[in-house]
């Protein structure tokens, strides 16, 4: 599947939801917004993925290396360094629980040890994904041909993680529920049963292509947010799940959406998404509890702003635009000087059969070279 500029944009959608939430937390404790950000992040992940997985047609251990070895100079070295950088500075949780962090464990931790809420809360979900690369590449290689069985896998464990979110049926497993793999698994699996449709070419057309069903979605969408219900464990990812299939198979009906999505901008805070999530609590940990900010906002003589002093009342209008500007700062130094340098070596280690094929065409190798001079750097 080529690149498509509009899933970047649709990540720049999550990770903004997930800024709201954290940074203007008056609101973010009242919705379903940061809920929603991660579940489209899920789906997201699970669609690529898997087409990536579909589409190799390597022998087995060919393949799964080239996988691995590709997801881990995307997501290692920021994740592994960050850790490392909090271990040197002497942060109280990363210390306590440096094997959970090095092991992506933390979110059992969380789970089991019932964690209070802390500058490393959010990468559960860091830890919820590479759980998912671990075992399902195995599932996907083995059975790349045999599509049927895929959708029946999807389907049972689905139901089981249904079961367990409405009913608790597994007690021993009741803390997992928010946290951990199971059943969060039923999100990033929305996403693989995509990703086998479109390879099947089995896209329900008319659903996709209807005005009417897009705004009823949005509507959906909309209301869904308006706060957190146990319903949004199946809801969220069947309409992120429509999103994305959406924008594969010929994009928004509505014209401004799609042009917003493709924004060269806003394809770019896509783009760097990952690295955003992961500073951006650290970022307002550090910055909004140890540094400068607080200081600087309690001297300001509130007097003296006449009209603006409500600001001091609605902190968060100064402050969400503040630390989300942080963040994005701090994930494009790390994005152009770390990242980058690194992705770089996907292709030149791990490039797949049909990138070998360009190096040995110059014509084709000319117009790959035009097209990433174009488009940003995929993170997938």
């Known amino acids: 599947m080529k690149y498509n500029p509009q899933l970047d944009g649709l990540r720049c959608v999550a990770i903004s939801l997930v800024l ?21 992040f899920f789906v997201i992940s699970g669609f690529l993925i898997t087409s990536i997985l579909l589409k190799s047609e390597e022998p087995f251990r060919k393949a799964y290396g080239k996988f691995i070895g590709r997801r881990t100079l995307r997501i290692f070295p920021i994740y592994y360094l960050t850790v490392f950088v909090l271990l040197l500075i002497g942060n109280t949780n990363a210390q306590e629980y440096k094997y959970n962090l090095l092991t992506y464990t933390y979110n059992y931790a969380m789970a089991y040890q019932k964690l209070p809420i802390n500058e490393l809360g959010h990468l559960w979900s860091l830890c919820v994904e590479e759980q998912f690369y671990l075992f399902w590449p195995f599932l996907v290689l ?11 896998i999807i389907a049972f464990i689905s139901v089981l993680c249904i079961i367990q979110v409405f009913t608790g049926a597994f007690n021993s497993i009741a803390p997992h529920n928010y946290f951990c ?25 008319q659903l996709l292509e209807s005005k ?11 209301g869904l947010l308006s ?20 924008i594969v198979h010929k994009g928004f009906s509505f014209s401004s959406i799609g042009k917003f999505l493709q924004n060269r901008r806003v394809v770019y805070i896509g783009t760097i998404s990952y690295g955003i999530y992961l500073y951006h609590i650290l970022v307002r940990h550090y910055f909004g509890g140890k540094f400068f900010i607080p200081q600087i906002w309690e001297k ?55 990138e070998k094929g360009m190096k040995r065409n110059p014509m084709a190798k000319s117009t ?7 488009s940003p750097v995929k993170p997938v």
């Open 20 to 40: 709201i939430s954290h940074f203007f937390w008056q609101l973010g404790t009242k919705t379903a917004l940061g809920f929603y950000g991660v579940d489209l």
């Open 142 to 152: 083995g059975l790349r041909k045999k599509h049927t069985v895929l959708k029946c």
């Open 181 to 205: 793999l199971f059943p969060r698994l039923m999100t990033l699996l929305a996403g693989a049963y995509g990703a086998i449709i479109y390879k099947e070419g089995k896209i329900p057309k």
């Open 212 to 222: 009417t069903v897009e705004t009823l979605a949005l509507v959906l969408l909309i």
């Open 227 to 246: 706060g957190e219900r146990r319903i949004d464990y199946v809801a969220f990812p069947v309409v992120s799940l429509y999103l994305v299939l959406k």
């Open 300 to 354: 300001i003589d509130r007097k003296s702003l006449g009209i603006f002093k409500y600001l001091f009342y609605n902190d968060y209008l100064v402050l969400l635009p503040l630390y989300s500007a942080l963040t994005l700062l701090v994930a494009h130094i790390s994005f152009q000087y770390i990242e980058k340098p690194i992705l770089a070596l996907k292709e030149k280690w791990f490039a797949y059969e049909q």
């Open 368 to 374: 790959l070279r035009s097209l990433i001079r174009r």
